[in-house]
Each structure stands twice: as structure tokens, then as C-alpha cells.
């Protein structure tokens, strides 16, 4: 590998397809983007409903895998429920 192979090895980025919900007082949170601002990934919210009780939201989340897997586990640390989709 040369060094052009490696540097697009290590930035390489990658995008996951969720289905966030979230309970009660975490409909308020701005947990979307906090996550932006904690891990090094892009959101983009392709569908969501929010009601009294509960919200949803379909999430396309970009990034190294790592940043991704730090940001569907602290999603779920915060109480969402996180399902994986189908990839895109």
C-alpha cells in the first residue's frame, strides 16, 4: 500500500440507516444534535412524528465506523430505542 491507499483507508466513511424512538422527557432533548457535536459523524433526518408521548425519527448517520458505533451506543446510554434499518 502507498501512501495514497492508506489515507483513503483511514478516512474512509460510511453510512448507517436507524430508526430512533424516544420516550417522555427525551422528545425535548436535542439529542440529534448533541450527538453531532460529541462524536465526528453527519445526521440526516429523513423522516420523523413526534406526539405528546413519543417521537420518532429515521436517521441516515455518516462517519468512520468507530464514531458511528460511539453514536448509536450513546443515542441508546441517553434512553432512545435504536433499531437498525436496512442498509441504504
Do not use: C, H
Not at 27 to 36: A, M, R, S
Not at 68 to 83: D, E, H, P, R, T
Amino acid at each position: 500500500m502507498g501512501i495514497d491507499d492508506d489515507f483513503r483507508f483511514a478516512t474512509a466513511r460510511n453510512t448507517v440507516r436507524v430508526k430512533l424512538v424516544f420516550l417522555n422527557k427525551l422528545i425535548k432533548e436535542p439529542l440529534i444534535y448533541e450527538v453531532g457535536q460529541r462524536y465526528d459523524v453527519i445526521t440526516n433526518i429523513l423522516q420523523a412524528n413526534v406526539t405528546v408521548d413519543e417521537g420518532w425519527v429515521t436517521l441516515d448517520i455518516n462517519g468512520k465506523n468507530e464514531e458511528i458505533n460511539n453514536a448509536l451506543y450513546w443515542f441508546s446510554k441517553q434512553g432512545a430505542k435504536v433499531q437498525l434499518t436496512l442498509p441504504i
